[in-house]
């Protein structure tokens, strides 16, 4: 049974870094993905893996402040995020696994249990 242990989050002030933790499954030659969600509002990839190559891909509303990487070896992947804005205030998922659709499509097989992240300005 595939189980994805999500670590980091919290409290952070606009302008600060944050940095998520995802560990426990790496999938090989797959999509892997964070994804965020507000109350009331559905939930949004923000940066995506394809492992096969390592290349990424990033929502527009990210892009340029957030990465996402991969540690193979330890099968990690995380999210650094820098220069948060107050609308960074999300619950935070890991997602692995696409099974259909593109990968901002929420469409995953596996998913790790959330974290809060609060952005104060």
């Known amino acids: 049974q595939v189980q994805m242990m999500q670590s980091g989050g919290g409290a952070v002030e606009a302008g600060g870094s944050l940095t998520l933790s995802c560990a426990g499954y790496?999938?090989?030659?797959?999509?892997m993905a964070w994804c965020r969600q507000v109350p009331g509002k559905e939930r949004e990839a923000v940066a995506g893996?394809?492992?096969?190559?390592?290349?990424?891909m990033y929502a527009d509303s990210v892009k340029g402040r957030f990465t996402i990487t991969l540690d193979v070896a330890k099968k990690t992947f995380d999210l650094q995020m820098n220069n948060v804005k107050f609308e960074d205030t999300a619950m935070y998922y890991c997602?692995?696994?696409?099974?259909?659709?593109?990968?901002?499509?929420?469409?995953?097989?596996?998913w790790g249990q959330g974290t809060q992240v609060t952005v104060s300005s």
């Open positions: 997602a692995a696994d696409l099974i259909d659709g593109t990968w901002d499509s929420q469409n995953y097989r596996y």
């Open positions: 790496i999938s090989t030659r797959e999509f």
């Open positions: 893996i394809w492992t096969g190559n390592m290349g990424t």
